[in-house]
């Protein structure tokens, strides 16, 4: 746990000059599952393997986030964090504040969304940690050197962006669990159970 609050009490502080985000109207379109393909690892999803982030529109506006990804290895054990999401910023949509521990809140800046191409970009306003998310976890790599070279465009480092492996031929009862939890939310107990039985 201390993993997280070290990670939290870094990425909370301000920053002067934050990169502008995106402007989507349908802030439902944005929910559901996506994969993450290139990310800055923090401390506790170092060497994540077919990692996802899937978000569920609660009724009282908030956003439940699951992330999800293998430790290690494709077939390492699967570890589950459910942080919630507050809207900061109602015009845009595009700004969150995330909690993993209470009180602690950290920024996130949805920087890029094409629903129409799936896929998305999300920072920090320090530039230091960013995801490149995708709604399918096959992708072309010219797609993958596009979106890299948006994040480099808005001043973060392409060096501390590490490529996530996607590999989903062995997980096929993942997916159809993913498939099943969709939209609504899954508690972490209920896929820690799902994940022993694979």
């Known amino acids: 746990m201390w993993m997280i609050c070290s990670f939290l009490l870094v990425s909370c502080q301000s920053a002067k000059n934050p990169p502008p985000t995106t402007s989507f109207d349908d802030l439902e379109s944005f929910m559901g599952t996506w994969y993450v393909v290139g990310y800055t690892p923090i401390l506790v999803d170092g060497k994540a393997h077919n990692a996802t982030e899937h978000y569920y ?17 494709l077939d390492g054990p ?11 910023n109602h015009e845009t949509n595009a700004e969150w504040r995330i909690q993993f521990v209470w009180p602690f809140k950290a920024a996130y800046l949805i920087l890029h969304y ?3 191409l799936g896929e998305t970009i999300v920072g920090h306003p320090n530039r230091k940690y960013a995801w490149i998310m995708l709604r399918e976890p096959e992708y072309e790599e010219a797609t993958y050197e596009r979106l890299l070279s948006q994040l480099v465009e808005l001043g973060y480092k392409g060096k501390l962006i590490q490529r996530l492996p996607q590999d989903w031929s062995n997980e096929q009862l993942r997916l159809k669990m993913m498939e099943a939890a969709a939209p609504k939310a899954v508690s972490k107990k209920e896929w820690k159970q799902r994940g022993a039985e694979q």
């Open 114 to 116: 094409d629903e129409a």
């Open 57 to 73: 529109l609660k009724p009282d506006g908030s956003i439940q986030a699951t992330y999800q990804f293998r430790k290690g290895s």
């Open 78 to 88: 699967l570890k589950t964090f459910r942080p919630t999401a507050s809207l900061y």
